[in-house]
């Protein structure tokens, strides 16, 4: 390509994605979709600015492979561990009914069996780049739909070497082409044994090299301060490891992802994760535009039945499959149809089987060009599906139609009641320490909102023993209620304390009246919402006042001592007659000011801390 070509195709698709992007945005199609339309639009089959050339679209290929370093990065290598039983059972489920069903169709309409077959292994490819690309611009990519998507795309990268030794088993009495350009790589002239070694040496080298090469390598280039050769370094390691990969045969994707697991717990990953980002979304955009690019237009006019036909039915057939094994899996009905919409779509992988497809005889031209139409289509199928599926949630939400609770598979010792600006707290702190929880939340908005930032939450109303049964209230140690609702809170402490008599509540409450309901209501422990913020925020004032900050703090623990005192000595008089609690609360309040009035005439011997516990105890108790 001359210089100005590409400088003129460049800019073109540039300009493409700089327009149809936002407009998609803003309509609410999500930026993939506006990334395909505008290839559409750009391409041989409606304004002709640009080809769809197989260099653009090696050279976007490449975002995938980023988008998957990226995705590494993000998953240490205990947690894929954890995920093993999804991506085979699950992932290996989906691969093999998929393409079974699939072949099952094509053979019932004609097709022979080996040509059914290669169909039906195409089609159980999904696209990764549409599919977590859509994900993590909702913010599921944590989700459990998010998460058993993801392993189920892993299965299908680790597929596609039995696929492409299959397929020349596939063709029916017809020699491989001699003129065959496809490269399997080292592995093509070995023995199995061989290339079995071949492929878990590659793996090994990307393990071990990345503990005690590279990461020394990004040490070294740290110390050079120069961004630009640190971002090198980076994608190199990207090229490196795909490179590699695809020298044995395997995904480069594949090899990408194992490199970014393996540096997920380095010291360098966000500093990697940030210089790769920019390059990583420029060549998804390329590559996105480079398949609207190659949808042909004159092929869907020429049939547009058949076209349709085969796309609605691939899309439906996969939707079948993949929903029950996800309510399999034990993920909620909502979850497991948004799982289900998004692995619906045929992958970009497709691509390369139906070249190899033709290369070795087993489906003719005209097939082809027909299923790499439908490929095309299918992926500009997903994230209007996700645009559906959103908007029925939403009217079903608006219309008050309740949502069934989810299931939630997980048992852990401590569950969170509400997720609110409370629960959130309680939740990242428990978190933070490694005890995990199990977080239950009423309010679908709110869940779905949370679950943008890799929070996993399960909706249902507390209230419900059931719900509580399911989340394992039987055998956990604590229920931290939290939920900002006086009534509800109440009822759910109440409902606890009545079931599941070994369990702990720690129960967040209104106020102080609230506070004294809820320990009524069987509550261990209870912490009124507003009281240790307006405390902190009244020893900040104090500050501001110019007083000493150790006298201010001082200030602040007496009020705190002298609160719980008087919430212990007015329990009994408030359950006898509000006018003698009226009385009391006021005699409290000015034993507080004698209190804190004395404390400014003392002078106390601070321990290290800072305080004088002993006479502050001895004041209290004094004022009491």
């Known amino acids: ?120 292994l195409i089609a159980a490819m999904s696209s990764t780049a549409i599919v977590l690309q859509a994900l993590a611009e909702k913010g599921l990519l944590k989700s459990p739909p998010g998460e058993t998507s993801f392993a189920v795309l892993l299965f299908q990268d680790i597929a596609v070497i039995p696929i492409l030794a299959l397929m020349p088993l596939l063709a029916a009495n017809a020699p491989v082409d001699a003129g065959s350009t496809h490269d399997a790589g080292l592995l ?24 005690y090469v590279v990461r020394p390598v990004f040490r070294a280039m740290a110390m050079t301060r120069l961004r630009e050769i640190f971002t090198a370094t980076a994608l190199l390691l990207v090229a490196a490891t795909a490179l590699l990969m695809q020298t ?57 039945l058949l076209l349709a036909g085969i796309v609605f039915g691939i899309v439906a057939l996969k939707i079948a499959v993949v929903f029950p094994l996800a309510r399999a899996a034990r993920l909620a009905r909502p979850d497991a149809w948004l799982t289900a919409i998004a692995l619906s ?18 489906l003719d031209d005209a097939t082809r060009s027909l299923l790499t139409g439908a490929v095309a289509l299918s992926m500009l199928t997903t994230p209007l599906l996700f645009i559906a599926f959103e908007r029925i949630m939403a009217n079903r939400t608006e219309t008050g139609e309740e949502r069934a609770a989810d299931e939630i598979p997980e048992r852990n010792k401590v569950i969170i009641a509400g997720f609110g600006r409370v629960g959130q707290i309680v939740g990242r702190l428990l978190l933070g320490r490694g005890i995990s929880v199990t977080v ?119 009020f705190r001592r002298h609160d719980m005192e008087s919430f212990n000595a007015l329990r009994e008089i408030r359950n006898k007659n509000v006018g003698d609690y009226s009385f009391a609360f006021r005699k409290r309040r000015e034993d507080l000011a004698r209190v804190l009035s004395r404390d400014l005439q003392t002078v106390p011997d601070l321990d290290e801390s800072g305080w004088d516990s002993d006479s502050l105890r001895d004041e209290v108790r004094g004022a009491g």
């Open 188 to 211: 093509a002239d070995l023995p199995g044994w061989a290339s079995t070694l071949l492929v878990f040496g590659a793996i090994g080298a990307i393990a071990v090299g990345g503990r």
């Open 1 to 120: 390509m001359a210089a100005d070509g590409f400088l003129i195709e460049s800019s073109t698709y540039l300009a493409a994605a700089v327009v149809s992007v936002p407009i998609a945005k803003r309509l609410g199609l999500g930026s993939v979709l506006g990334y395909l339309v505008a290839g559409l639009i750009i391409g041989p089959s409606v304004l002709g600015l640009v080809n769809a050339g197989a260099d653009v679209m090696h050279v976007a290929e490449f975002g995938v492979v980023m988008m998957l370093f990226l995705v590494g990065l993000e998953l240490q290598p205990d947690r894929l561990w954890a995920m093993r039983n999804a991506v085979v059972g699950l992932g290996g489920s989906q691969v093999v009914l998929t393409a079974a069903v699939v072949a099952l169709a094509g053979y019932a309409i004609g097709l022979s069996f080996g040509p059914a077959v290669a169909i039906g």
């Open 440 to 558: 239950l939340e009423h309010d679908a908005e709110q869940l779905e909102a949370l679950r943008k930032y890799g929070f996993t939450l399960y909706y249902g109303d507390a209230r419900r023993h059931d719900l509580l049964i399911s989340a394992g209230a039987d055998e956990a140690s604590l229920l931290v209620v939290a939920t900002d609702d006086k009534e509800a809170t109440t009822e759910i402490v109440e409902m606890a304390r009545r079931n599941f008599p070994n369990l702990t509540v720690v129960a967040r409450a209104y106020d102080r009246s609230h506070a004294y309901e809820l320990e009524k209501a069987g509550a261990d422990r209870i912490i009124r919402e507003t009281f240790a913020g307006g405390v902190e925020m009244a020893t900040e004032s104090l500050k501001a006042m110019g007083i000493p900050a150790f006298e201010a703090e001082r200030s602040g623990r007496i």
């Open 345 to 362: 779509q045929i992958g970009e992988f497709a691509f390369v089987l139906l070249s190899f497809a033709g290369q070795n005889r087993i």
């Open 248 to 304: 044995v045969g395997l995904s480069p994707a594949l090899g990408a992802f194992l490199a970014g697991v393996v540096l997920a717990d380095s010291e360098f990953r966000h500093e990697i994760e940030t210089d790769i980002e920019p390059f990583k979304g420029l060549l998804l955009g390329l590559f996105f535009i480079s398949v609207g690019a190659g949808i042909d237009l004159n092929l869907m006019m020429a049939k547009p």
